[in-house]
């Protein structure tokens, strides 16, 4: 069956979400919504009810009642399993910047700012990096500014943080302070991740090819879960599940 | 509880004052911005909480704002927010970089009266590294445990757009709860509202569970369609076409200017229909 | 959400753990109360927000309670509260006395996730002297500015009663929201209430803002009459003349014996109407 | 006029009060709740509209929407200009005790609890101390628990404490940690005030008897400030104001 980029990313993204009890999603992040709905028609499947799914931008899917800091104090609760956070800039430690680049007291380029990624990036556990421009400018040796760290000493408190990257190019997993390949999209190869990428990452000897998804998950995407993200993300659902084009390199 | 016109209502806000706005989704007072623009409103302290779009980059054209402390401006799906990274880029703005639930901490402190808020996270952050007010200490209760404590934000003035007051003063903000943290740690507060009621909020246990005090509230102005071209929670959503234009006219001074001249210095701003 | 019969819901309420129960006029979980009694639950780490009344001198009296944490017991008018000045007396529990702020803020860590909160007050009085727990540091934003820090309460259940849930496990609380910071403090959030309706108080912005979400919620039954026979805000005042009764009962052990046995042991407890 | 001791007990308390913003007023406390709806009639006939009054008892005279800590931060803000404790001990420099006689580890008496006083006592600029049993087992030399502390150190934030005690028997100021006689009620004397209090007071040479309520004042708290006081303290009023009959000793 084909499938557009978008499915396939929803797809891998709702893997390692995995079985969790609350994923929340930022704003403007139609791929991870797809994706944390795409959990929850699988959980609803294995009879697990789970996991729910905040969509920040979203009255209908949002269960906050306590004010903007509710989302912050959940995840401060441990009551937040996955989230996912970007940067203008990802370096090989994991630190992401969405504050700047260039030297700070004359900065080249601003960024909107840090939103709660210094926060979220250190207390839920499964922090996803998602980033659709895999470039060595976004990919960097060492970013500008740090607005969260990869890693922390082991003396800081911290019960949070990356696992993982999704590209348009590839998926990464990260441990210990280092990302790792895991796969490659259906149509780049492994010598043009290393191409476009920025920092240092181990890859074992074959890295496989990131497996489409099945039949299964397609209908799922489509029947169940975009008529749900259409009143959050109408023109993206229109676009991938009306007109069926991507925004994103084949 | 005297009612006010807009600009009587917002004549408390001073050249210099710390002023704390809401995020887009909250309630912006954007009549009030308007008409505070007009009024050349000088060397705001300009806290948003914990974010910002049309509203703080307006302010910042207009030159009203010297500090500007937030977690992040843009306009969203629309891009970045134009006058608010140039300011950055220029030095024309000195700012406080901050992440969304250190906002939220240090007003929370100065709702509670005490001088700090402890945060977890942030050590390792160049968020941190530049704040020189933000202190790191080791927890007493843990051992070689260090965690930041963010100061007190005490505002002069909140400033927010509501759905409705009562004639006593009470306002209802629902389930936008930064609202009541802004007002009880602000020393004054000022509300644009859609619409006043003859009734007492408090007197219903369904509407006093999403309602402001009056004893919180210094001023109160009636602005229809007050938060357009934002959207109001519940009320309105954003006027998207109007946003679109915005983020393209902004890009250029001379374009902000035009858009200065045609919806803010006109004296009557364009309502949300026209 | 499934619903629970009350026996099953308070089931993980179990002997030694931290359960937190909130003020007389928030809606006391009494039905929950007496079937903890008749369930015979031991060594409670008891904390009441801020203060107690019957609820807390029935569980002491009844032998369930090793620690109480809390600023007071009292049976307000009707005079001391028998049972928990008793065992105070003869050192049947642990009391960790404390201030109503200072369990206020100590929820409010743990809501936060941060391991202390500050607290203004407290310096020179005893009941500072006594808590080995709290500690006095500096303000490192003030110069020899001692300030009170207070650990996180991090119970391991919150127990209350409500007048409304629906069938999604959401639960209107109203304005007690001292309610909605016990549920975000605590590790399992029990809640008793009145009734269960079919629909999604979510949906409802004016409810919704009075509500706690189910995502908090670990268990709900239906108790009618569940705060009885002190009040539930809004929906039913305290039974004066039962608690008039009980406030002489439990003078003796023999009376509160007696009283247990009438109202807590035999099967169906009264109703208020009864 | 005649008048009862609780209506002139309220009339001093109101005095007291003065022209204040917001004067809080805890449970079971009907003569400080009198004198606060006192002080906002006076205020409605000054134009001033102040102060607002909450009587924590009470759901009509209570502006709380944010739960049981709205007390406490709001004083916290400076924003409770006027709150009332008491005590089962108070001493002669200000110490309250809420909490036991005798030794702490085998205490003889255990009262309630500390309540607020821990906090409140620090951060409300106006405590009014009030005592309806003025004896020596009441107004110690030194109470055996400090549940809040009449002064502090100069270093320790401290923007409130007591002002005043009134008992049934007399009015005492209070600053830089001690007790003034200011006047003494009609009926009783100087000698009986000495007689019956545990601690040191200063006093003038010449103590004034505390003055009777206006005729306007009795009138103020019978028309206006009973009917509102009803609703919560309905034996109160029916007793003082319905039947004329006083709890205190004349």
Request: glycine share 8%; charged share 20%; proline share 7%.
């Amino acid at each position: 069956m084909t499938f557009l980029p978008e499915e396939l990313l929803a797809d891998q993204i709702a893997t390692i979400i995995g079985d969790v009890r609350h994923v929340a999603v930022g704003n403007a992040s139609p791929i991870p919504a797809a994706a944390a709905l795409l959990a929850r028609e699988r959980g609803k499947l294995q009879g697990t009810g789970r996991p729910y799914v905040s969509l920040l931008g979203s009255s209908q899917h949002t269960f906050w009642t306590d004010g903007g800091r509710e989302l912050f104090d959940c995840a401060g609760q441990g009551r937040i399993d996955v989230f996912f956070l970007s940067g203008g800039q990802i370096d090989g430690e994991g630190n992401i910047n969405l504050v700047e680049i260039g030297d700070h007291a004359h900065p080249k380029v601003r960024f909107p700012g840090s939103y709660g990624s210094a926060h979220l990036y250190y207390v839920v556990p499964k922090v996803i990096l998602f980033r659709t421009e895999h470039s060595r400018r976004t990919l960097v040796p060492r970013v500008d500014f740090i607005s969260a760290a990869g890693r922390s000493a082991p003396n800081v408190h911290r019960t949070g943080g990356p696992v993982a990257l999704i590209t348009n190019r590839c998926l990464f997993s990260f441990a210990d302070g280092r990302f790792t390949l895991k796969s490659v999209h259906p149509g780049h190869t492994v010598e043009e991740v290393i191409e476009h990428t920025g920092f240092d990452f181990d890859r074992p000897a074959q890295v496989p090819e990131t497996p489409a998804p099945t039949g299964e998950t397609l209908a799922l995407l489509r029947d169940k879960v975009a008529p749900q993200l259409e009143a959050v993300y109408p023109q993206f659902v229109a676009k991938v599940f009306g007109r069926r084009e991507s925004a994103l390199s084949a | 509880m005297t009612l006010q016109t807009l600009d009587e209502a917002i004549a408390t806000i001073t050249d210099g004052c710390m002023l704390i706005v809401p995020r887009e989704v909250c309630g912006v007072p954007m009549a009030a911005t308007r008409a505070l623009i007009r009024r050349g409103v000088k060397s705001l302290h300009l806290v948003a909480l914990p974010t910002s779009s049309l509203q703080a980059d307006l302010l910042i054209g207009a030159g009203c704002v010297a500090t500007l402390e937030t977690s992040a401006v843009s306009l969203g799906e629309l891009g970045p927010a134009p006058r608010f990274t140039a300011a950055v880029l220029s030095g024309a703005i000195r700012m406080k970089d901050a992440t969304c639930p250190a906002l939220h901490a240090a007003l929370q402190a100065a709702e509670k009266g005490v001088p700090f808020m402890p945060l977890r996270g942030l050590i390792g952050s160049d968020v941190l590294k530049y704040r020189d007010d933000w202190k790191v200490i080791d927890s007493p209760f843990g051992e070689s445990d260090p965690i930041v404590l963010l100061p007190a934000i005490n505002p002069d003035v909140a400033l927010f757009h509501a759905p409705l007051a009562d004639e006593h003063g009470n306002v209802w903000i629902g389930r936008q709860r930064e609202l009541v943290t802004m007002a009880h740690a602000a020393k004054r507060t000022i509300v644009t509202v859609e619409t006043i009621e003859k009734r007492n909020l408090l007197d219903d246990p369904i509407y006093a569970a999403g309602t402001l005090p009056g004893f919180y509230v210094d001023a109160i102005a009636v602005a229809e369609n007050g938060a357009w071209p934002l959207p109001l929670p519940d009320r309105y959503r954003a006027d998207v076409e109007h946003l679109a234009m915005y983020a393209k006219m902004a890009t250029s001074e001379a374009g902000f200017g035009e858009y200065l001249a045609r919806h803010v210095y006109a004296e009557q701003p364009l309502s949300a229909s026209s």
